[in-house]
């Protein structure tokens, strides 16, 4: 049998009545409650010190009248499963509590151990003993002043197909709110890298023509990259870029939608009133249509909250203390972490940048945007070059030890003139070396000869140098030999001029052998 609850205005209605000399039938038909119910309020009021010549009783007394009444007749007998569980209430709150079991499991570990009940009847002796699915106290936090707090976070809007598309693709909505004028900008896009985030924070700065002190933002893993309720640890560049916008960022705790009240209760409603139902052409049809509904529909509702109208709001007491947006809008770099080969390079972009000789093979920081490339060790700003596309190279020469430069660069006048500094020879030897269409192919030869001179010495060298150009020997192994064999110091005899050989000259024949008979050109000489 059902019982009907009996409520402050009612005990005071049948006291009121009652005062006023109305009978019991009567005040029972006239206020709808049962007659034994009247006689037992009449009653209480009678122990309460009421009687009917006194006047209206305080509240003192009718409250004391209120929590004597109770529910009559809602005392009902303990069930059996309820008393077969009872003996099992610290095991179920610790499954629960401790263990932090689902229900289900703690039901099929009853039935294990032999305690069959059914679920429902677990569920409500869980609710009534253990505490079980009881909500948690809440407070209701203090709104914010204008300007100060906005909250952003993704939510699914729906499939879209684009025309021209082969399949649907999911949209994903960013919405931005406001927290005190409740004015909401939605941002749609396909995906929710770190690149996507910023060009949406862009756009709806944009759109509010500033932005607040501090952003709530969802555990978004672009923009957060270890999510911790107390240390969490942002994106380098999206910490870059809350910097350069001048507002702080504030994650809300991880699975804790209630830390982003006000973006969470809008997430359905641009779901159901702006894309459910509505055509689209493309992803820029769905982003242009969506300013539109933020501006002309939900901007001027009366918000179910603030119960104002969040457009109005926003004009006239929270865009003036919005953060004024700078006139360049944000370049998104990147940043990677890159070893420094042993060729004074790092890759970066599918390009290459040089790095000064001591930090060959150490790990360094690397942040490229759209113009600049720039190296950090340890935070230190080590080195910066223009960008480069892919398979480009930004080499600067003064990064290489000395001596290398000029071989990297295929500059034969260095050596030219290191050489002349050894001595004239040894000038003269480079340069005839060094000479041709294609100087830098022996490049490595003119390293060669200079090395020589810090073995041997510059006086050996250019002496030996001198040799091999007496004999036409632009060879560097055989300088090389000259000085091992010491022969840069030996002489070359030159021939006596006017002076017979010594030799016997075996076929030689008197100049008289050569005359022939006059008048007889075929007679034999005498």
């Not at 700078?326 to 940043?335: I, L, V, Y």
């Amino acid at each position: 049998m059902a019982y009907r609850e009996v409520g402050m205005m009612d005990i005071d209605q049948v006291i009121r009545r009652w005062l006023a000399g109305e009978k019991i039938r009567a005040i029972a038909r006239l206020t709808g409650t049962d007659r034994n119910t009247v006689r037992r309020i009449v009653r209480l009021a009678e122990e309460a010190g009421i009687r009917g010549e006194t006047p209206w009783p305080d509240e003192g007394k009718l409250q004391q009248i209120r929590q004597r009444m109770g529910r009559p007749g809602a005392a009902v007998a303990t069930s059996g499963a309820e008393q077969q569980l009872k003996s099992r209430t610290e095991q179920i709150r610790a499954w629960l509590e401790k263990d932090h079991l689902l229900l289900t499991k703690v039901h099929e570990l009853l039935g294990r151990e032999g305690l069959l009940v059914s679920y429902s009847a677990l569920y409500r002796f869980a609710r009534k003993w253990c505490g079980f699915g009881t909500s948690s106290i809440s407070v209701r936090r203090a709104e914010s002043p204008p300007g100060e707090m906005a909250e952003a976070d993704f939510g699914r809007l729906g499939a879209l197909q684009e025309l021209g598309s082969c399949q649907p693709r999911m949209v994903q909505g960013f919405i931005v709110t406001l927290g005190y004028s409740r004015r909401s900008c939605v941002i749609p896009a396909f995906k929710q890298d770190l690149p996507t985030v910023i060009d949406c924070f862009e756009r709806a700065w944009v759109f509010f023509g500033g932005c607040p002190r501090r952003v709530v933002i969802d555990g978004m893993k672009a923009c957060i990259e270890q999510a911790d309720p107390y240390t969490p640890r942002f994106n380098r560049t999206f910490l870059e870029y809350a910097n350069y916008r001048g507002f702080l960022p504030d994650p809300a705790r991880p699975a804790h939608p209630q830390d982003k009240p006000v973006v969470e209760n809008c997430v359905p409603y641009v779901r159901q009133r702006f894309f459910k139902g509505e055509t689209f052409v493309d992803l820029d049809d769905v982003a242009r249509r969506a300013l539109v509904w933020c501006r002309e529909v939900a901007g001027r509702r009366i918000h179910g909250t603030t119960r104002r109208v969040p457009l109005e709001v926003f004009e006239a007491e929270e865009k003036s203390q919005l953060i004024p947006l700078q006139a360049e809008r944000f370049d998104t770099p990147s940043w990677a972490q890159c070893q420094v080969h042993p060729d004074h390079h790092v890759r970066f972009g599918q390009a290459l940048y040089s790095v000064p000789t001591r930090w060959i093979g150490c790990r360094v920081d690397v942040r490229g945007d759209r113009s600049l490339v720039r190296i950090y060790v340890h935070g230190e700003l080590i080195k910066t070059h223009e960008r480069k596309p892919a398979g480009g190279r930004s080499t600067d020469y003064t990064d290489y030890p000395d001596g290398r430069a000029p071989y990297a660069l295929r500059w034969p006048h260095y050596y030219c003139k290191r050489a002349r500094e050894l001595g004239p020879a040894a000038g003269d030897f480079t340069d005839k070396l060094l000479s041709g269409e294609f100087p830098w192919s022996r490049l490595r030869q003119a390293q060669k000869l200079l090395r020589l001179a810090e073995r041997y010495g510059a006086a050996r060298l250019d002496s030996a140098c001198r040799r091999a150009l007496d004999f036409d020997l632009l060879d560097v192994y055989r300088v090389q030999r000259i000085l091992e064999q010491g022969l840069e110091s030996q002489s070359e005899p030159q021939p006596i001029v006017g002076q017979q050989s010594a030799l016997p000259l075996k076929f030689l024949r008197p100049a008289q052998h050569f005359v022939s008979a006059e008048g007889d050109p075929h007679a034999d000489p005498a």
